[in-house]
């Protein structure tokens, strides 16, 4: 049975909330793609920026690129977060459900300031980490067989 | 059987092989990421609404809610609260028939899709020989190039049915494009021949258009977008979800690289091994 990429993200979500010092920091907790407007800082969003799916005859490997971005208002909290998610994510094995982890990598970074609703400064910074799943395909089993037929 | 072997013909053969696959290469992922970007809404209307009565259970409901209004936190009756329940009444608490798709549907104009479109489009031509005679008509839609086109006399002369048919989006990038002559491209996103004495005014899809090769050498081709929004569109931030278009272009392309190198340098007769 092929597994799609939610096992993915609740693997990297079950992974970022295990790091307490992370959980109890991020006050706006952790949001898929986008945060509900209101929502507090620090927080953080996470998000598939690309899964190109590769297959050989046997097995299939999915590299996933994740956003994973922390905001915040205070520019040393968001440094100090992201290095937090990094300790986390990078080089760690993730637990996918049906698949197994290859590596979880950061391959990018980014700092991206910008203003919220308000007009106050928001400094995000995080980058994407590539995930990279394997998992075995279903294989057609044959077989043959004879009988023989005694009519008595 | 002896044979010489010329290492500049040899060399001339790897760099064209060369060439050609970063050619292929970059072009397939200009072509993704121009799929894949995003398009600004810049015309109004869309699928008209479809509306069925709602089964009793729900008509109920609906009804009881709208009687309870006023009495909600001892308020008094406002004519939004009288205007809820006429409204109820009046159409039998109907249901809105949410189709499949439907917010990405669009409206079809012949051959192209208008209202949600994720085509550039060209809404019209300024400064063309026929202005004189265009102007008097006002917008006409006609067969031209991009999505629609239509030609009147600029952004003054305009008729008041075209400008309503944008959204406020649409009608801003008319105010800032009417004395600039913006390169139009074409459905497929190719620049197509523009007289020199025409300007063209393109609504939409500025992100899409720009997507293009910045830069190439010997070793690198460099594809990407001169936008600078493009990096608020790619990655989230803290109003937006991100709208990837150019990594997972690349990402797609990168499976092929092996395959494309080893057809360019076969085409130019040498053996590959692997």
């Known amino acids: ?152 | 059987m002896a044979g010489i072997l010329n290492r500049d013909l040899l060399q001339k053969r790897v760099d064209k092989a060369r060439e050609a696959a970063f050619d292929e290469l970059s072009f397939a992922v200009v072509k993704i990421a121009k799929q894949r970007a995003p398009v600004r809404r810049v015309e109004s209307g869309g699928p008209r609404a479809r509306y069925k009565t709602a089964p009793t259970s729900l008509k109920a409901a609906a009804f009881d809610a709208a009687k309870q209004y006023k009495y909600r936190a001892n308020r008094q009756r406002t004519a939004l609260e009288a205007r809820s329940r006429a409204l109820t009444s009046l159409y039998e608490a109907r249901v809105r028939v949410r189709r499949r798709g439907e917010g990405n549907r669009a409206i079809v104009l012949g051959q192209f899709t208008r209202t949600k479109a994720r085509s550039v489009r060209v809404a019209a031509t300024r400064g063309a020989p026929r202005m004189s005679i265009a102007s008097k008509r006002g917008f006409k839609p006609a067969s031209g190039v991009g999505g629609y086109a239509g030609i009147f006399g600029g952004y003054e002369g305009a008729n008041k049915t075209f400008m309503n048919s944008l959204t406020s989006r649409g009608r801003y990038e008319l105010r800032r494009q009417k004395n600039s002559a913006v390169v139009a491209l074409d459905k497929l996103g190719k620049i197509t021949t523009v007289p020199a004495n025409v300007h063209q005014i393109q609504l939409g899809g500025r992100l899409k258009a720009s997507i293009d090769v910045l830069n190439q050498t010997d070793t690198s081709v460099v594809v990407g977008t001169t936008v600078p929004y493009a990096l608020y569109v790619e990655f989230p931030t803290s109003h937006n979800a991100a709208q990837p278009f150019l990594l997972p272009a690349l990402k797609t392309v990168k499976r092929s690289v092996r395959s494309v190198v080893k057809k360019h340098l076969l085409a130019q007769g040498l053996v590959v091994k692997g």
């Open chain 1, 1 to 152: 049975m092929l597994t799609n990429l939610a096992p993915i993200k609740q693997a990297l979500v079950q992974k970022l909330r295990s790091n307490a010092e992370l959980k109890s920091a991020l006050t706006g907790s952790i949001h898929e793609g986008f945060a509900p407007t209101g929502t507090a800082y620090p927080r953080l969003t996470y998000g598939i920026h690309y899964a190109p799916l590769d297959y050989t005859w046997t097995s299939m490997t999915v590299e996933v690129g994740m956003d994973v971005f922390v905001y915040s208002e205070n520019s040393v909290e968001a440094d100090n977060l992201d290095a937090l998610v990094f300790a986390t994510l990078h080089d760690a094995e993730l637990e996918v459900n049906g698949q197994s982890t290859l590596i979880c990598r950061r391959v990018s970074s980014l700092s991206l300031p910008d203003s919220n609703e308000e007009g106050r400064k928001i400094y995000q910074v995080g980058g994407v980490y590539e995930i990279w799943t394997h998992q075995l395909l279903p294989t057609t089993a044959t077989s043959s067989f004879s009988a023989d037929a005694v009519v008595v």
